[in-house]
């Protein structure tokens, strides 16, 4: 350098280069290994997913403000997609505004997240749709979805409400079924307003009001499937005696997740079967010897298991179920008809009513797994609109009300369409017969055979093997949760959810559970509880017409 003055200039501009290309990767790198505790996310399609740390530090953001100074000079589109996911990420988290400030990004530049729902605006609508509003009238189950009917224009005068009042009594029909009547089970609408109905009478410190308070089911051995459907048993009963089913204890949601009184309910992760007023009048009749002599108040010890699991069905709307057309191949052939139709039929409308409407702590473990599946994949179809300039601020972006108000009731979105396919192997086998892999995976190329659009699948299983083998099908996008999973060794089911904890399975299955009932097929084992109560979510959802295969049969039919 010290020879001549040109070679100096060009040796310091050489320096220079490496020291800004050394800086643009370090921020890369930083960019590039975004994480949140309770996800953990990879370029695959795979969902690669981890409920174990606390709701409270959802992220970890590894940006330095020195490292985001210029975020808008950001050009590449893998930049700009790593970035948009990553401020997404920080939405899910109570630490948001301190993570989008670590990012250099405001809120308000951000773009609409499709795939993520505002969860406590859907709980407070999912609120009010649930309870009688003043002088004990009907819920608000108009013709209207979503928060159109809380448009300023719905507030007219009191004789157009008054008779908006009286439609609502007469034809209004509980707005938590999607699709047509003949897209759902028959009497499907009728059923669950009827069943709302009975659970939430005018005064529930009528005299003649009975109650059936039960826990739910808590001996080792019994799984959620197993749980939920004894819970339609008892469901069941109360409405052939007349009674409003209460449930209590639940040992699944006992666990730091559930706050404050959902701790221990059914209501951390659903709302409650029946309203609060009837629920206390159900707890302060338990310590009434009066009422108890008086058969005012029962609960799951007045009735054998027997009645219980293999009770009669109800059959206050006569036999729907002899309507039922055969929508579920096996081997296959479509199966006509088999002994338990009507266990079918009353179990899908019983599950449907206990899962109407989630809380918003499920809502959020929703949206952390389409975030963690579904994220990045968001990011790019979002940022190839050529209205979409970010992180360059959109002066053209601005609400409206269409967008608040009439397409508030659009699902978030998932890569569409969606097989969902739920393995059940392990300690199964003593219950039904097991299958391999190899034998679900038949099913789905035949699904898309017909299909040939479909190449996602949401994958659910307990066991290791079957994720191991998904690497051998590279025409399918896999989707799934990262969770320890059983090995070979054949432990049995309990066994296996108490090495994950409480929390942890509880929440991934119920997660699973969700997104089978939304997904637009399935491939399942109907020798499984757990598939059989999926097949009535989905035939109470709108998608009878899907059909389901199944690798087996019930072993009752």
Same mark, same amino acid.
């Given at each position: 350098?010290?020879?001549?003055?040109?070679?100096?200039?060009c040796?310091?501009?050489?320096?220079?280069?490496?020291?800004?290309?050394?800086?643009?990767?370090?921020?890369?790198?930083?960019?590039?290994?975004?994480?949140?505790?309770?996800?953990?996310?990879?370029?695959?399609?795979?969902?690669?997913?981890?409920?174990?740390?606390?709701?409270?530090?959802?992220?970890?953001?590894?940006?330095?403000?020195?490292?985001?100074?210029?975020?808008?000079?950001?050009?590449?589109?893998?930049?700009?997609?790593?970035?948009?996911?990553?401020?997404?990420?920080?939405?899910?988290t109570?630490?948001?505004?301190?993570?989008?400030?670590?990012?250099?990004?405001?809120?308000?530049?951000?773009?609409?997240?499709?795939?993520?729902?505002?969860?406590?605006?859907?709980?407070?609508?999912?609120?009010?749709?649930?309870?009688?509003?003043?002088?004990h009238?009907?819920?608000?189950?108009?013709?209207?979805?979503?928060?159109?009917?809380?448009?300023?224009?719905?507030?007219?005068?009191?004789?157009?409400?008054i008779?908006?009042?009286?439609?609502?009594?007469?034809?209004?029909?509980?707005?938590?079924?999607?699709?047509?009547?003949?897209?759902?089970?028959?009497?499907?609408?009728?059923v669950?307003?009827?069943?709302?109905?009975?659970?939430? *009478?005018?005064?529930?410190?009528n005299?003649?009001?009975?109650?059936l308070?039960?826990?739910?089911?808590?001996?080792?051995?019994?799984?959620?499937?197993?749980?939920?459907?004894?819970?339609?048993?008892?469901l069941?009963?109360?409405?052939?005696?007349?009674?409003?089913?209460?449930t209590?204890?639940?040992?699944?949601?006992?666990?730091?997740?559930?706050?404050?009184?959902?701790?221990?309910?059914?209501?951390?992760?659903?709302?409650?079967?029946?309203?609060?007023?009837?629920?206390?009048?159900?707890?302060e009749?338990?310590?009434?010897?009066d009422?108890?002599?008086?058969g005012?108040?029962?609960?799951?010890?007045?009735?054998?298991?027997?009645?219980i699991?293999?009770?009669?069905?109800?059959?206050?709307?006569?036999?729907?179920?002899?309507?039922?057309q055969?929508?579920?191949?096996?081997?296959?052939?479509?199966?006509?008809?088999?002994?338990?139709?009507d266990?079918?039929?009353?179990?899908?409308?019983?599950?449907?009513?206990?899962?109407?409407?989630?809380?918003?702590?499920?809502c959020?473990?929703?949206?952390?797994?389409?975030?963690?599946?579904?994220?990045?994949?968001?990011a790019?179809?979002?940022?190839?609109?050529?209205?979409?300039?970010?992180?360059?601020?959109?002066?053209n972006?601005?609400?409206?009300?269409?967008?608040?108000?009439?397409?508030?009731?659009?699902? *978030?979105?998932?890569?569409?369409?969606?097989?969902?396919?739920?393995?059940?192997?392990?300690?199964?086998?003593?219950?039904?017969?097991?299958?391999?892999?190899?034998?679900?995976?038949?099913?789905?190329?035949?699904?898309?055979?017909?299909? *040939?659009?479909?190449?996602?699948?949401?994958?659910?299983?307990?066991?290791?093997?079957?994720?191991?083998?998904?690497?051998?099908?590279?025409?399918?996008?896999?989707?799934?949760?990262?969770?320890?999973?059983?090995?070979?060794?054949?432990?049995?089911?309990?066994?296996?959810?108490?090495?994950?904890?409480r929390?942890?399975?509880?929440?991934? *299955?119920?997660?699973?559970?969700?997104m089978?009932a939304?997904?637009?097929?399935?491939?399942?084992?109907?020798?499984?509880?757990?598939?059989?109560?999926?097949?009535?979510?989905?035939?109470?959802g709108?998608?009878?017409?899907?059909?389901?295969?199944?690798?087996?049969?019930?072993?009752?039919?």
């Amino acid at each position: 350098m010290g020879i001549s003055f040109p070679c100096q200039i060009c040796v310091v501009g050489f320096l220079c280069e490496v020291c800004l290309a050394s800086f643009i990767l370090a921020a890369l790198t930083s960019f590039g290994t975004l994480q949140l505790d309770r996800f953990s996310f990879s370029t695959m399609s795979m969902l690669n997913l981890s409920w174990n740390s606390d709701l409270n530090n959802n992220i970890n953001c590894n940006f330095k403000p020195k490292e985001t100074e210029r975020l808008t000079d950001l050009k590449s589109r893998e930049e700009r997609e790593y970035l948009l996911y990553s401020a997404w990420s920080c939405v899910l988290t109570k630490s948001e505004s301190e993570c989008l400030l670590k990012l250099g990004i405001s809120k308000s530049s951000l773009p609409k997240s499709p795939h993520l729902e505002n969860c406590k605006v859907k709980t407070q609508l999912y609120d009010c749709l649930d309870k009688r509003t003043g002088n004990h009238s009907f819920p608000p189950w108009t013709s209207w979805k979503g928060l159109l009917d809380t448009h300023p224009a719905a507030a007219t005068t009191e004789q157009i409400k008054i008779l908006r009042r009286q439609a609502v009594l007469e034809s209004a029909y509980p707005p938590w079924i999607a699709g047509s009547d003949e897209e759902n089970y028959p009497l499907t609408r009728k059923v669950q307003r009827d069943i709302w109905i009975h659970q939430h *009478p005018l005064n529930c410190n009528n005299p003649n009001v009975k109650f059936l308070l039960a826990d739910w089911e808590r001996l080792p051995g019994f799984g959620i499937g197993a749980q939920i459907a004894g819970m339609c048993g008892l469901l069941a009963i109360a409405i052939n005696e007349r009674r409003v089913l209460v449930t209590n204890f639940y040992n699944r949601a006992d666990h730091d997740g559930c706050k404050g009184s959902s701790r221990s309910s059914w209501n951390c992760y659903f709302f409650l079967e029946t309203s609060l007023e009837c629920r206390q009048r159900a707890l302060e009749l338990m310590r009434s010897e009066d009422a108890w002599s008086k058969g005012i108040v029962t609960t799951k010890e007045n009735y054998t298991s027997r009645h219980i699991w293999a009770g009669p069905t109800p059959r206050i709307w006569g036999e729907p179920w002899n309507y039922l057309q055969p929508t579920t191949d096996i081997n296959g052939s479509l199966v006509a008809s088999h002994r338990k139709l009507d266990r079918r039929w009353w179990r899908a409308q019983a599950v449907r009513y206990l899962m109407r409407f989630p809380t918003e702590y499920t809502c959020n473990l929703l949206n952390e797994a389409r975030h963690a599946a579904f994220g990045k994949i968001a990011a790019e179809m979002v940022l190839e609109s050529p209205a979409e300039e970010w992180p360059e601020e959109n002066r053209n972006k601005s609400g409206s009300g269409i967008e608040e108000y009439v397409w508030s009731n659009h699902k *978030p979105w998932i890569p569409r369409p969606l097989l969902s396919i739920h393995v059940r192997m392990g300690d199964k086998a003593c219950e039904m017969k097991v299958v391999e892999f190899e034998e679900y995976m038949q099913l789905a190329d035949r699904i898309r055979r017909h299909f *040939p659009n479909l190449n996602s699948i949401w994958l659910s299983t307990e066991m290791q093997e079957v994720i191991d083998k998904i690497k051998e099908y590279s025409g399918w996008n896999f989707h799934y949760t990262k969770v320890r999973r059983q090995g070979r060794t054949n432990v049995s089911m309990a066994k296996y959810e108490a090495s994950l904890g409480r929390e942890s399975s509880t929440n991934y *299955p119920l997660v699973n559970f969700m997104m089978a009932a939304d997904s637009d097929f399935f491939v399942g084992a109907l020798g499984s509880t757990w598939c059989f109560l999926i097949d009535g979510m989905r035939n109470t959802g709108g998608k009878v017409m899907a059909g389901y295969l199944s690798v087996n049969k019930d072993r009752f039919w």
